[in-house]
């Protein structure tokens, strides 16, 4: 069943849409492994910090055998929007990791990846 919205609705949806479809690949290209890595040893990580790091990788594989309990209900649309926005603040926090100070930075990277 098809359901119409109001012009002034539907402009503002594509508008978010359009927003939306700049940030993500942003967030989906800074947020890949390689990148995450060399920024981490641009920055200095020890070798517990760069551990941290590749392990992130094996605990979202864990963490994806729980998802389906965990979004039961959820509706498509909504879970795909949320995905987007994080990946979003994702990349652009880490635009910002310049400005944290400097021993504190590869943490701050652990923090957004996890």
Known sequence: MAS???RPLQLAAQRRYQLMSLLNPLGANLTIGPVIALLALHYGASDVQMGLLYASVYLTGACAVL????FAGVDATRLTAGSWWARAVAGGLLL???LVAAEARTWVLLGVVY
């Open 67 to 70: 998802a389906p309990a965990l």
């Open 4 to 6: 119409f919205l109001p």
């Open 96 to 98: 910002l990791l310049p």
